[in-house]
């Protein structure tokens, strides 16, 4: 089917089986690492930067209690936080003087071998699933084809269009819907070659024994404490790439975008209608 | 047709539905925790991080060494903070003088040494980082006694695998603090016993008269306190069969290089 026919309502085959598995690979695989690596960051909820950095040493971000009020400290600024970091209930109503609150962390009650356990075990599975669909997609033409952003694409006319498309909430439709818009492949491009990679070797920076193998990954990431901090603000970063990529799969029209990383089947959008009826009629007889 | 009590706002129904989900998942994830088989499933990160290690570096590849201008200002003291035998006093009363480290197990010719006799020994100084489990790192400068030439001194039997540390730090009525490495990092240039921190006698709280220094291993393994090394063919005869206090106490792994 020439392109130029495509229209609105057409279905057609959107995303590979290659990136359908490695998506919901991801899916699960990331929250596993975030939610374990928050209890692991609860065994030190201190960042540093530089080479070294315990309780006496100035750190960045605490989170912490102090009397009854639990507390965010960034860089000298205190925000209490109480209920929800530094101090909180959990489930029987005790009060437990962690970080992150037993609803975010694997395992939800404090537990360092085994949230490390989890973190390493699935730290695997995401390394090796990145390197599987950064070799897959190299060989099948995605980057080539699906992501590469021209040279057209990279004009600031084009992207602020794009930027002011997205801010008014209205997306490509039909034809134009086939392919992907240059905001998501620059955030598609940060997420696998930019920020996976980053938080998959600031891991390994912390391992001491990956300090001994490849001493060169201190002077890249300026020291164990930095590639802490760095592994941290990944992390942080990927929850804000989740939360914008949830809020376009909404916004776009949920049922067909994820039909479409299930099935592969992509029905070409029209205008894209408001993703919840008017909760007006509600209680009306119908 | 429908009835104004029968319907559930879809906004209502997909916030429960959410909730419900993180709550299931919690506690479907807790539950795994305490799976025995899932357990033994999460233990192949274990494996798995030892075997691509030990691959990929060079069996006496260096942990980095820094200069004294990167020290840590406080080197902060972790775990144990002294000894807690009343032999283990004693030797504090008498600054260790008639203290003896006895060198056994798997050995042609068991030793015993005096703080005096390992401090006359050719050592090795390094300014290291140490890495606590829980995150947070310190630099400091040590002094001691490279645990190969002990080994060499005792002649180890070709039976032996492993080496264990037995500390004078009590974790409970009966348990010990022990921390046990294989003969890879034992006969590494780094590893030592140190008797001297920071250009100073080695303080009590950091494991006086000597302590373990396994520098590409985390800070749980730099076992404290060490008054016996014991030369064995397999750590499970020990204790409770894990290697290491915390292993037994807490599951901890074996191998701590990541």
Redesign the interface.
Known sequence: MEQAELKPGDVIERHRLSTRLWHWTNALTL??ML?SGLM??N??P?LYWG???????DAWLVIDDAGEVGFVEFVGVRMETTGVLGIWKDPEGEVKRRAFP??MT????Y????A?????????ILAVALMLYMLRSLWNGHVRHDLHIGKREWSPRHIWHDVTEHARLRFPTGAAAKDYNILQKISYIGVIFILLPLIIFTG?T??????????IL?DIFGG??SA?SLHFIAAFLLVAFFLVHMAMVVLAGPINEVRSMITGKYRLPGKISPP??P?LQ??E?? | MTHRGLVLPRRKFLTGAALGGSGLLLSGCDALTENAGFRQFLRNGEALNKGAQRLIMDRSALAPEFSAADMSPTFKANGSVTGDTPEYNAHVADKFARWQLRIDGMVRKPLSLSLAQLMAMPSREQITRHDCVEGWSAIGKWRGTPLRLLLNQAGMSTKTRYIVFHCADMWAPDVPYYESIDLIDAFHPQTILAWSMNDGVLPIRHGAPLRLRVERQLGYKHAKYVMRIEATDDFKKFYGGNGGYWEDAHDYDWYAGI
């Not at chain 1, 694997?106 to 009650?109: F, V």
């Open positions: 929250l596993v939610m692991i960051f065994a030190h201190r080479q070294y950095g315990a309780n006496t040493d037993h609803w694997i395992p939800s009650g537990d360092l071998q085994a490390r356990r989890w973190h390493f075990t699935f730290a695997w390994l912390m391992s001491p024994a990956m300090n001994a193998a490849w001493p201190l164990r404490q802490r919840f009826e909760e509600q209680g007889p119908v």
